[in-house]
């Protein structure tokens, strides 16, 4: 099998480039580098099986040779990263999904789309299914990427209805894991650097917002069982339905740490979710997943990677 992964230099990117590769396959990695690091393919680039081409996605794609896959996950997907490249992020969501589609159609390749939970913004519906449409501002500095990635859902579906293209999309709900940069603003790699380097804490709000985190490991699963299945085209939530307030992850990553860091408060950002839980009864019933690694496992394996990626700063 040979495939294409747009965004393959990222943190989802390099771990699925990683997998897919571990299967034998041939894997073709785009990237531009906006937020992803050549770091994460030092693994990839020694297998003979993986080839790269520095690419911006929003820019038309010439790739050669045949594709059974496209993966489309090139974009920014962090709130600071979003907010820093408004008008990037919402072209990658466009242009870049159509570029990509372009390419799977081409080719007569499948196609998964890497959507997000930010398609529900801030929900009133608690938990979130598939069926559930959203409470999006779209005029909001959120909503340059929420909005991106109900574009790029509705023209993925518009590309399998009109074309028939075979096509897989994906909601992700919060992921982490080694690999994640550490200023990537996100809650846990910034609470796990805080923690390291002795720094306070940065909890918005009041801390009562709540979240539900996925190790990176059960999310490439989910994606792999995505593209196994058959005929299911509408969108797929993978995430980890163990909810969690923002406080109680600053400070169970305190205990994890065993730093001694204060927790202080600062205003909650415009339109930040006040909620977030996946429904996963369609990954369930359907690719037969549910995540297996549990929260606390998979923060002390990314506190680990953490604490090299701290080491390495402060000798440099």
Do not use: C
């Given at each position: 099998?040979?495939?294409l992964?747009?965004?393959?230099?990222?943190?989802?990117?390099?771990?699925?480039?990683?997998?897919?590769?571990g299967?034998?396959?041939?894997?073709?990695?785009?990237?531009?580098?906006?937020?992803?690091?050549?770091?994460?393919?030092?693994?990839a680039?020694?297998?003979?099986?993986?080839?790269?081409?520095?690419?911006?996605?929003?820019?038309?794609?010439?790739i050669?040779?045949?594709?059974?896959?496209?993966?489309?996950?090139?974009?920014?997907?962090?709130?600071?990263?979003?907010?820093?490249?408004?008008?990037?992020?919402?072209?990658?969501?466009?242009?870049g999904?159509?570029?990509?589609?372009?390419?799977?159609?081409?080719?007569?390749?499948?196609f998964?789309?890497?959507?997000?939970?930010?398609?529900?913004?801030?929900?009133l519906?608690?938990?979130?299914?598939?069926?559930?449409?959203?409470?999006?501002?779209?005029?909001?500095?959120?909503?340059?990427?929420?909005?991106?990635?109900?574009?790029a859902?509705?023209?993925?579906?518009?590309?399998?209805?009109?074309?028939?293209?075979?096509?897989?999309?994906?909601?992700?709900?919060n992921?982490?894991?080694?690999?994640?940069?550490?200023?990537?603003?996100?809650?846990?790699?910034?609470?796990?650097?805080?923690?390291?380097?002795?720094?306070?804490?940065?909890?918005?709000?009041?801390?009562?917002q709540?979240?539900?985190?996925?190790?990176?490991?059960?999310?490439?699963?989910?994606?792999?069982?995505?593209?196994?299945?058959?005929?299911?085209?509408?969108?797929?939530?993978?995430?980890?339905?163990?909810?969690?307030?923002?406080?109680?992850?600053?400070?169970?990553?305190?205990?994890?740490?065993?730093?001694?860091?204060?927790?202080?408060f600062?205003?909650?950002?415009?339109?930040?979710?006040?909620?977030?839980?996946?429904?996963?009864?369609?990954?369930?019933?359907?690719?037969?997943w549910?995540?297996?690694?549990?929260?606390?496992?998979?923060?002390?394996?990314?506190?680990?990677?953490?604490?090299?990626?701290?080491?390495?700063?402060?000798?440099?």
């Amino acid at each position: 099998m040979r495939v294409l992964v747009t965004g393959a230099a990222g943190f989802i990117g390099s771990h699925l480039t990683e997998f897919l590769l571990g299967r034998g396959w041939d894997v073709i990695g785009a990237d531009n580098f906006v937020t992803g690091s050549p770091e994460n393919l030092a693994a990839a680039s020694r297998d003979p099986h993986f080839a790269f081409v520095e690419q911006d996605v929003s820019e038309y794609i010439a790739i050669g040779g045949p594709f059974d896959w496209v993966l489309h996950f090139a974009s920014p997907a962090s709130p600071r990263d979003y907010l820093e490249l408004p008008i990037q992020t919402l072209k990658v969501g466009a242009l870049g999904t159509h570029n990509s589609l372009g390419v799977a159609k081409a080719k007569g390749a499948s196609f998964l789309l890497a959507s997000t939970s930010e398609v529900y913004g801030d929900p009133l519906e608690h938990p979130q299914s598939e069926e559930y449409w959203g409470n999006v501002n779209p005029v909001g500095p959120r909503g340059v990427y929420d909005e991106a990635k109900r574009f790029a859902e509705a023209m993925t579906m518009a590309y399998h209805r009109y074309h028939g293209l075979d096509t897989r999309i994906v909601r992700i709900f919060n992921t982490f894991g080694p690999r994640m940069r550490l200023n990537d603003g996100r809650a846990i790699p910034a609470f796990i650097t805080q923690a390291l380097t002795g720094v306070p804490l940065t909890v918005f709000g009041d801390g009562s917002q709540t979240r539900s985190f996925q190790y990176i490991d059960d999310l490439v699963e989910g994606l792999w069982r995505l593209m196994q299945a058959r005929g299911v085209h509408d969108p797929v939530n993978i995430g980890n339905p163990h909810e969690m307030t923002l406080l109680e992850l600053a400070q169970r990553i305190l205990r994890l740490t065993g730093s001694s860091s204060p927790i202080v408060f600062q205003p909650l950002p415009v339109d930040d979710p006040k909620v977030r839980q996946p429904d996963i009864r369609r990954a369930r019933a359907l690719l037969g997943w549910s995540p297996r690694v549990d929260v606390e496992r998979g923060l002390i394996l990314t506190i680990e990677w953490f604490k090299k990626q701290v080491a390495k700063g402060a000798a440099s």
